[in-house]
């Protein structure tokens, strides 16, 4: 079983840039898919993206070309770097790996 915990969120403008990172504990980590997912309030959980052991990626449509996933397996870590933020971007944002979900960090995008 691993342990998550997201860092990173905050309140940034449209068309600014965060990076989320996903912090895991237990080596079943370098070997899982980790998954983004977001929650907007009133909405349903998505996924907006997951990243194989071996860096292979996918994403939402909403996402592509402006959102990356990458991953280093050595610290237990996952990012997802954000940029051309929107206000429809704005959500709780959750890693999933092995079975297990974070606690989430809130993202605002608004002016």
């Known amino acids: 079983q691993v342990q998550l915990v997201e860092s990173g969120g905050g309140l940034v403008q449209p068309g600014g840039s965060l990076r989320l990172s996903c912090a895991a504990t237990g080596r079943l980590f370098s070997f899982s898919v980790v998954g983004w997912h977001r929650q907007a309030t009133g909405k349903q959980r998505e996924l907006v993206g997951t990243?194989?052991?071996?860096?292979?990626?996918n994403y939402a449509d909403s996402v592509k070309g402006r959102f990356t996933l990458s991953r280093d397996n050595a610290k237990y870590t996952a990012y997802l770097q954000m940029n051309s933020l929107k206000p429809e971007d704005t959500a709780v944002y959750y890693c999933y790996c092995a079975g297990c979900w974070g606690q989430g960090t809130q993202v605002t995008v608004s002016s």
């Open positions: 990243i194989t052991s071996t860096q292979t990626t």
